[in-house]
């Protein structure tokens, strides 16, 4: 049994302000090692091991862990996605089980770099943040939750049945998130969710146009995008339903995904709204170039 009851989000937060525009700032909260075929790789059954990093052998390719601390005129300060939790520094196993220390290879997290410590250099205590939106349940999005236990926790209900229905295997470490939080699932198949843009189904978590989640399955079993209407373009928060940059323009596939044709179709509703919306900006999940970059970027 999970430690909290879900309840479904059937309508809008509070804290919605028509035409608001909110603050966007992209933090790298950890690096970590994953096989190439993590980001791209033949369906074969040996680099789904090599993806998992349980085949010996294979590069490795470092990557960044992302959260993006987002302010709300109204509603105040969000999260979507966690980072990677502070005690990876000291046992990467207390937090990301054996496997997935062993898949993350030399998880990395640099000082003053976790999501809360990111938020107190903007002057945020962690306590502060009053929604968590998490893209999917994986490990190395969901590893810091536990840091933001005042927040109200956002994602697809579908996200939430298959990770207490799966294990490390699929990249889930249940400890990570069965916490006795406030959970709000939602039901993308339901009114009020609807198109927005170009893609088929999303949820307005305010009412307000300001943060929209949109449903890109495929990844995992309910992975969401998050779609921000920031002062000067629109950024799309695209977890790993886009990995990199490269994913977006090539038919690159990455070895393991939950399900093929959903992972497929999302992409092409990425693609569709990136040609659609070329003032928008698009931040894949693990860019690798983003480790170049500073830690916190105002987007
Ligand atoms: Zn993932």
Known sequence: MPSATPEPLTQPLAG?????????????CGRVRVPRERLAGSPSRLARLRGLGLWPGGERVAIPILAFAVRHP??????????????????????????GAL???DPELAPGASAAERLRALG????????????HLHLDHVSAAGEFAHALFV?????????????????????????????RTIDFTREP???HATFGRTFDLFGDGSVVLVSTPGHSAGHLSVLLRARKRQVLVCGDAAG???????????????DRHLYERS??????????????????????SFLAGPGDLAL
């Open 16 to 28: 919605g302000l028509p035409g608001a525009c909110v603050e966007v700032h992209r933090f790298v």
């Open 193 to 195: 969710a609807r198109s």
């Open 244 to 258: 990199t940059y490269e994913t977006l323009r090539s038919q690159a596939m990455p070895a393991i995904v939950h």
């Open 267 to 288: 992409l092409q509703e990425l693609r569709l709204f990136a040609r659609e919306y070329p003032q928008a900006l698009l931040v894949p999940g693990h860019e690798p």
């Open 155 to 183: 994602l697809d209900r579908a996200e939430w049945d298959a990770a207490f229905a799966a294990g490390p295997l699929e990249g889930y470490v249940r400890a990570q998130f069965d916490l006795a939080f406030s959970w």
């Open 103 to 105: 898949a993350l290879g």
């Open 124 to 135: 945020v205590e962690p306590q502060m943040v009053s929604v968590v939106i998490l893209t």
């Open 74 to 99: 109204r509603a105040g300060w969000l999260l979507v996605d966690t980072g990677l939790h502070p005690a990876v520094r000291v046992d990467p196993r207390s937090n990301l089980g054996r496997l």
